[in-house]
């Protein structure tokens, strides 16, 4: 059975940084895409960026380019999400989600989500 | 970056009607669109992709149309569960994006 847990809430200060892993199961990791969609309270979800777990490249989407990172762990089947310079408008839900293709995705599974609070 | 506009905002429907739910992109998309389901405190669930595709294990009653710009969601009888956010997601071009959001309440 296919899942991807992530790691919990968390609760920071402007101009920290925030580390979000996503752990997978249930499926061969290296073979589907992993994206990372975020949603703020009350909005509609913004695209991150994406991941390949084979290889380990990164590609983000130009408003976060410079701010995250996104790394995988292949011995464990993680993926993990970093966001720098962390700021109020970070607050939000940030999901992990897979896809099997990166040129048309569509996400099968998700994690749970996890809670990033940005205060002062 | 192609915006994603979302039609209505709250959609009240009483149970065992029908709703209409509708998705415009500001270029063409060709039919690389997608329609999610969320609902509070869950992540978002596929329902619909290639604009007309369900996805597995989504019910009949769920309909996708639409190709270009423009795009509907159809729920053809609405059940208790059915109560959520719909959000429509373009992935025809870098950036990918999302809608606002359309929530689909009870009448």
């Known amino acids: 059975q296919v899942h991807l847990v992530q790691s919990g809430a968390e609760v920071k200060r402007p101009g920290a940084s925030v580390k979000v892993s996503c752990k997978t199961s249930?499926?061969?990791?290296?073979?589907?895409?992993i994206y990372w969609v975020r949603q703020a309270p009350g909005q509609g979800l913004e695209w991150m960026g994406i991941?390949?777990?084979?290889?380990?490249?990164?590609r983000y989407t130009p408003k976060f380019q410079g701010r995250l990172t996104m790394t995988r762990d292949t011995s464990t089947s993680t993926v993990y999400m970093e966001v720098h310079g962390l700021r109020m408008d970070d607050t939000a839900v940030y999901y992990c989600?897979?896809?099997?293709?990166?040129?048309?995705?569509?996400?099968?599974?998700w994690g749970q989500g996890t809670l990033v609070t940005v205060s002062s | 970056e192609i915006g994603m506009t979302q039609s209505p905002a709250t959609l009240s429907v009483s149970p065992g009607e029908r709703a209409t739910l509708s998705c415009r992109a500001s270029e063409s998309v060709s039919s690389n669109l997608a329609w999610y389901q969320q609902k509070p405190g869950q992540a978002p669930r596929l329902l619909i992709y290639?604009?007309?595709t369900r996805a597995t294990g989504v019910p009949a009653r769920f309909s996708g149309s639409g190709s270009g710009t423009e795009f509907t969601l159809t729920i053809s009888s609405l059940q208790s569960e059915d109560f959520a956010l719909y959000h429509c997601?373009?992935?025809?071009?870098?950036?990918?994006?999302f809608g606002g959001g359309t929530t689909v309440e009870i009448k």
């Open positions: 991941i390949n777990p084979s290889d380990g490249d990164g």
């Open positions: 249930g499926y061969t990791f290296t073979k589907y895409y």
């Open positions: 290639g604009a007309s």
């Open positions: 989600a897979r896809s099997l293709d990166d040129i048309l995705p569509r996400f099968d599974f």
């Open positions: 997601h373009q992935y025809n071009n870098w950036p990918l994006t």
